[in-house]
């Protein structure tokens, strides 16, 4: 298994530009979550997905929007970049069932907005 | 309003030693106490977890110390190595949800 995977690693847009970050995972896992994480400030759930057609908003959806078509993936889209969402951002599935809340995360994808 | 507050914000220790990284959290419905570990330029991966039935788990090196009253949990290694030179998060989530409330991070260094 791939587990959680993400693309692009890098990217740079300009103030305005949007992008679609994409993730996939190949765990069959339910749940699945868009973070972001900024130097010292820990993660922050930007929105997350408990199935197939259903998405609801986490700490910090602002800019930010989401779809979930299939159990596998999970895009992040970005309209009208801004430099406040230069950041790290971590792509996340869970199973839901069991006494186990383990989340596994993606690698990552570094986003600069200039 | 941070609901789990993380110290100390970096750590540095000698090779042997003993890492203590402590979270406090404020909202007495979390249930479920996870640590993930980072390594620069990877994603989180879940360390150890707990749940507030137990006042302590183990695993190898790894051990949380959990206090309900005081609500603050504690990542302790032992016989610290150089590979657990990472950033250390602690999580907290509320029963019956999937959602994580992290704290923001330790990043440790182990010095040879």
């Known amino acids: 298994n791939a587990g959680v995977t993400q693309t692009p690693k890098f990217r740079i847009l300009k103030i305005g530009q949007s992008m679609t970050l994409q993730c996939t995972q190949d765990?069959?896992?339910?749940?699945m979550y868009w973070y972001r994480q900024d130097p010292g400030m820990g993660l922050k759930l930007i929105y997350y997905?408990?199935?197939?057609?259903?998405?609801d908003k986490g700490e910090v959806p602002n800019g930010y929007n989401v779809s979930r078509s299939t159990t596998e993936d999970f895009p992040l889209r970005l309209e009208l970049a801004a430099p406040s969402q230069t950041s790290v951002y971590f792509c996340?599935?869970?199973?839901?069932?069991?006494?186990?809340?383990?989340?596994?995360f993606g690698p990552g994808t570094r986003l600069t907005v200039t | 309003q941070q609901q789990v507050k993380q110290s100390p914000q970096s750590l540095i220790v000698q090779k042997g030693g003993i890492s203590i990284i402590n979270c406090a959290y404020e909202?007495?419905?979390?249930?479920?106490f996870p640590w993930y570990q980072q390594f620069p330029g990877k994603g989180p991966a879940l360390l150890i977890a707990?749940?507030?039935?137990?006042s302590e788990k183990k695993e190898g090196r790894f051990t949380i110390s959990f206090n309900k009253s005081a609500k603050q949990f504690s990542l302790h290694i032992m016989d610290s190595q150089p590979g657990d030179s990472a950033t250390y998060f602690c999580?907290?989530?509320?029963?019956?949800?999937?959602?994580?409330?992290f704290g923001k991070g330790t990043k440790l260094t182990v010095n040879p």
């Open positions: 999580a907290a989530a509320q029963g019956g949800s999937e959602k994580l409330v």
């Open positions: 909202n007495t419905a979390f249930d479920y």
């Open positions: 707990i749940r507030p039935d137990v």
């Open positions: 765990m069959n896992h339910n749940y």
């Open positions: 997905s408990v199935g197939a057609g259903i998405t």
């Open positions: 996340a599935s869970s199973y839901r069932g069991g006494s186990s809340y383990e989340q596994y």
